[in-house]
């Protein structure tokens, strides 16, 4: 089990416990190590800094009893920011209707990158409309995907921060 799995599946149940949820984690460098937990609120209210301050503490606890980094490391503890990164399958639910890059494992229909409007789910199969046609793509082969800065996604982040409904393609943040 890879680093950041073990890491996952020791702090997630704490972090759901006190309503957050997981977005990532990425253990970077080698001689400089840093731990990056990112996380939002199950409410999906506006992570705030006391939220990411009081992560950090749960997480250092949890890293402390069961130490999984051998060498010093550097906890960051962040939001997912407005142009997020899509890790589980109801993220790409949630923001169907925005831009998105997605990078897969393996090629699919001869390539490894799509970047288009995203079309929810077709149930684990993420749809996503590109310039050069509408594709599924399975999630268990998404490398890496993340929603692209637009000016639709910052207006629904300035109307989902306001309270307001604010949508783009019929999906509010």
Do not use: H, W
């Not at 680093?3 to 957050?20: F, K, V």
């Not at 995907?145 to 306001?162: C, F, N, Q």
Request: glycine share 8%.
């Amino acid at each position: 089990m890879a680093i950041e799995d073990r890491i996952a599946a020791m702090i997630e149940p704490a972090l759901t416990d006190m309503g957050y949820g997981l977005v990532r984690v990425r253990v970077l460098g080698t001689k400089q190590i840093t731990l990056q937990i990112m996380a939002d609120r199950l409410d999906e209210a506006a992570i705030t800094v006391d939220d990411c301050a009081d992560i950090s503490r749960a997480v250092s606890a949890l890293l402390d009893v069961d130490d999984p980094i051998e060498q010093a490391y550097s906890l960051e503890v962040s939001s997912p920011g407005i142009d997020r990164p899509l890790t589980r399958l109801k993220d790409f639910e949630r923001y169907a209707g925005f831009e998105a890059k997605v990078e897969l494992q393996s090629l699919i229909d001869g390539r490894r990158r799509f970047r288009g409007i995203l079309g929810g789910l077709n149930g684990t199969m993420v749809k996503i409309e590109t310039d050069t046609g509408a594709f599924e793509v399975p999630f268990e082969e998404i490398r890496e995907s993340k929603l692209v800065l637009t000016d639709a996604l910052i207006e629904a982040s300035r109307a989902a921060a306001a309270g307001t409904t604010g949508t783009a393609e019929g999906s509010a943040l």
